[in-house]
C-alpha cells in the first residue's frame, strides 16, 4: 500500500524568503513521486517529479525537491518565494503499473508581502 | 495543443436527482481518469480508462456512480442519485498511457454542491 503525509496543512511565508513544503510517503515498492501546484479554480499542474534519474529534481518557476530515502521524504523548497507562489501544493505518489496517483492533504501557501 | 475540456463548471442539484459531468481528454491521450476533491483534500480516484476499457474502478460508488468512455476519447461520469456527501470538485486527468511516471495532465474540473 502506498500513502503520503504533507506535514502542514497550511504555511505562510514573507515575499523572498525560503519556501520549504514537507512531504512523506510510503510505498512499498520503488516510488514515483510528484509535486502539483493548483492555483484558484484551475485544475493541478505538475510542477516536478521524481522518477530514479536523480535525487535532486528541478521543476517549473524555480521549485525544486529532494528524494531521501533514508528520511522517505519529497520536500519541495524554492529559495525564495513570489507572490505569485501562493496556491495549493499536493505531492503524489505512483508506484503501480497503471500509473495510479495516491495524493497527499495539500499544503496552502499564503505569501504576504 | 489544447488542454482537458471539461463541462459544466459548475452545478448545483438536489439531493436525490442526477448529474453528468464531460471531459474531452488531450488528442492521442489513451488513459483517462477521473478523480474527486473534497474541500480540504487531495484528489481521490474514482475511474481510470485505457481507452475504452476500465483499468481501476475499485473506488467508484457503484451504487450510484457510473462512467463511460465511448469510442476511446471523451468521457462521461454521472451520479444518480446524488447525497449531500457528493458535494465535491470531480477532476478529469489524461495521460498518453498507462505508465507509473507519466504526467497526468487535469482540467479545470466540475464543483458540484449538493444542497
Known amino acids: 500500500a502506498q500513502s503520503v503525509t504533507q506535514l502542514g496543512s497550511h504555511v505562510s511565508v514573507s515575499e523572498g524568503a525560503l519556501v520549504l513544503l514537507r512531504c512523506n510517503y510510503s510505498?512499498?515498492?520503488?516510488?514515483?513521486l510528484f509535486w502539483y501546484v493548483q492555483y484558484p479554480n484551475q485544475g493541478l499542474q505538475l510542477l516536478l517529479k521524481y522518477t530514479s534519474a536523480a535525487t535532486l529534481v528541478k521543476g517549473i518557476n524555480g521549485f525544486e525537491a529532494e528524494f531521501k530515502k533514508s528520511e522517505t521524504s519529497f520536500h519541495l523548497t524554492k529559495p525564495s518565494a513570489h507572490m505569485s507562489d501562493a496556491a495549493e501544493y499536493f505531492c503524489?505518489?505512483?508506484?503501480?503499473?497503471?500509473?495510479?496517483?495516491?495524493f497527499g492533504q495539500g499544503t496552502t501557501l499564503q505569501v504576504k508581502p | 495543443e489544447a488542454g482537458v475540456a471539461q463541462s459544466p463548471r459548475y452545478k448545483i442539484i438536489e439531493k436525490r436527482q442526477s448529474v453528468a459531468f464531460w471531459c474531452n481528454p488531450i488528442?492521442?491521450?489513451?488513459?483517462l481518469y477521473w478523480y474527486q476533491q473534497i474541500l480540504g483534500q487531495g484528489p481521490k480516484l474514482l475511474i481510470q480508462?485505457?481507452?475504452?476499457?476500465?483499468?481501476?474502478d475499485s473506488q467508484l460508488p457503484k451504487d450510484r456512480f457510473s462512467a463511460e468512455r465511448l469510442k476511446g476519447v471523451d468521457s462521461t461520469l454521472k451520479i444518480q442519485p446524488a447525497k449531500l456527501e457528493d458535494s465535491a470538485v470531480y477532476l478529469c486527468?489524461?495521460?498518453?498511457?498507462?505508465?507509473?511516471?507519466?504526467?497526468?495532465?487535469f482540467g479545470p474540473g466540475t464543483r458540484l454542491t449538493v444542497l
Open positions: 503524489a505518489v505512483s508506484g503501480s503499473n497503471t500509473g495510479k496517483l495516491i
Open positions: 486527468a489524461s495521460s498518453y498511457h498507462v505508465d507509473p511516471f507519466n504526467e497526468q495532465f
Open positions: 480508462f485505457q481507452n475504452n476499457g476500465v483499468v481501476d
Open positions: 488528442s492521442g491521450h489513451a488513459t
Open positions: 510505498s512499498s515498492v520503488p516510488p514515483y
